[in-house]
């Protein structure tokens, strides 16, 4: 990584050096950079503006859009000493859960239940922090130290009721994310840390090892996705980097070695592969980064993508300073976004990173089944999972029933609330029991801490109702 940050600082991008770009395709260079004032007066970014001649905005102010949020959220508070922005609970509440796994309140004024657990799961019953994303996977570094996860949100999500009357979440709704490993002798200086108690361990330092970060806006209601990583997780797949000088936090040397002497992924390192444990300690995973940046070669505007990423990244590692240095340790994967917010978030209507994965918080999804250019297959990127529905369909009676937010589930219904959550026509009572109910009905499928009340609205005659979805 600290290669590639040398190579990108001159702005002048050789795809070819970076992700293995065939010799004879062309060179193109793209500059993006940081401002200054990121730093000095760090700030939250209210909408991602607009340079384009055209008056649109381009890739490049997506990622400073990112880059200028994330270290907002990363500078010391000064309400609070030595916390940082978005630890600070008055603005950003965390995401609790009780004992027996449930969502509780996380909007009163006291922590009183779990806020960090063993990765970020839906499938078994839990709110989506408890196992990764997608099919629950739990993954262990290679000290045999499992991955922790944690959930913030910004505190106006606490106005359930305000939000539901709403088409689209207010400008300004945040969600964050937050991967953390156990640190070993050596290691502090190049993470974030906290110190926190891990079930019967006291005391214990985490690192934060990815960050998650989704912030809708007035101009784009489908919230602005993007994530981080700290450079020393894993390599790429393909083109890997040079092994760190202590080893890959997820990545065996062994492993890591093979990587560079196969062109494709040795079968005995078993890459990116896990399953759901409740266990702390397990045998270490070994991940690679399938697509650099969250982006294939052939994707549209891969080269623009790839050329802001990778230049900004560089441009802020050469700002970060003082208490903000550590954060060279960090880098945007990528971000993804809609060109027409009027319409739906079906692959053609993506832009960014179309192939956006973090390593350590969706390591088994970072194969994407898509095609982009016919909008064919599962995009196992943020969209593939949280649907946006385009605030141009006539059926589109709440933005928030669509499965947009999941952390949106769990606030409301920790706080006893019910959702409307859209399912179609529903032409009787008895045709509601079957489609609003049970696991499979529509309740269930958006979340399976809602179950139906057995209320049920029709929005628009013939094409759209909503079932009535509260916590268990």
């Known amino acids: 990584m600290e290669n590639r940050l040398k190579l990108i600082t001159l702005f002048s991008l050789t795809i070819l050096s970076l992700v293995g770009m065939p010799a004879q395709a062309k060179t193109q260079t793209y500059e993006c950079a940081a401002d200054k004032t990121w730093f000095t007066n760090p700030s939250m970014p209210a909408e991602v503006k607009k340079s384009a001649p055209n008056g649109e905005s381009n890739f490049c102010d997506f990622y400073q859009f990112s880059w200028q949020a994330f270290i907002y959220l990363m500078s010391p508070s000064g309400k609070e000493g030595a916390q940082r922005n978005f630890q600070v609970t008055s603005n950003y509440p965390i995401l609790e859960v009780s004992k027996d796994k449930k969502p509780v309140n996380s909007c009163d004024d006291t922590i009183t239940e779990n806020t960090l657990f063993v990765s970020l799961d839906k499938a078994h019953g839990l709110p989506e922090r408890i196992h990764q994303a997608g099919d629950s996977a739990t993954i262990y570094d290679q000290q045999g130290d499992v991955v922790y996860y944690d959930v913030r949100f910004s505190r106006n999500m606490c106005d359930v009721s305000d939000i539901k009357t709403k088409n689209n979440f207010p400008s300004g709704t945040t969600e964050m994310k ?41 101009d784009h ?31 065996s040397n062994q492993c890591a070695d093979l990587l560079k ?15 759901s444990s409740e266990s702390i300690t397990g045998n270490p995973t070994e991940i690679c980064r399938v697509y650099a940046y969250g982006t294939d070669l052939t994707d549209p505007n891969a080269l623009e993508n790839l050329g802001s990423i990778t230049s900004l ?12 240095a550590v954060f060279k340790n960090y880098f945007n994967v990528g971000a993804l976004w809609v060109s027409n917010s009027k319409e739906d978030s079906s692959i053609s209507n993506q832009r960014g990173s179309l192939r956006l994965a973090n390593t350590v918080a969706e390591t088994t999804f970072q194969n994407v089944d898509l095609n982009p250019k016919t909008n064919q297959g599962f995009a196992s990127n943020c969209f593939g999972c949280h649907n946006f529905e385009g605030t141009g369909l006539t ?10 937010s999941h952390i949106f589930d769990d606030i409301a219904a920790g706080m006893g609330e019910c959702l ?53």
């Open 221 to 251: 209601p489908e919230f602005v996705w993007a994530t981080f990583e700290q450079k020393n997780n894993a390599p790429d797949c393909t083109n890997p980097q040079p092994t760190p000088a202590k080893g890959w936090s997820f990545t």
């Open 178 to 218: 937050t991967a953390w490993k156990v640190l070993k002798d050596g290691e502090k200086d190049n993470y974030l840390t906290i110190v926190t108690d891990v079930g019967t361990q006291k005391n214990v330092t985490l690192g934060m090892i990815g960050f998650h970060l989704a912030i809708a806006t007035t």
């Open 420 to 472: 409307d959550v859209q399912a179609g026509p529903i032409m009787s009572n008895s045709q509601a029991e079957a489609i609003c109910g049970g696991a499979s009905g529509a309740c269930g499928n958006s979340s399976s801490i809602l179950k139906w009340n057995g209320q049920w609205t029709t929005t628009v005659p013939g094409k759209m109702s909503v079932c009535g979805c509260c916590g268990s």
């Open 313 to 324: 990244n560089a441009n802020v590692a050469a700002l970060l300073s003082g208490n903000m």
């Open 261 to 275: 002497k196969n062109s494709v992924l040795p079968l005995e390192c078993n890459f990116n592969t896990a399953k």
């Open 395 to 404: 059926t589109n009676k709440n933005t928030t029933s669509g499965g947009l």
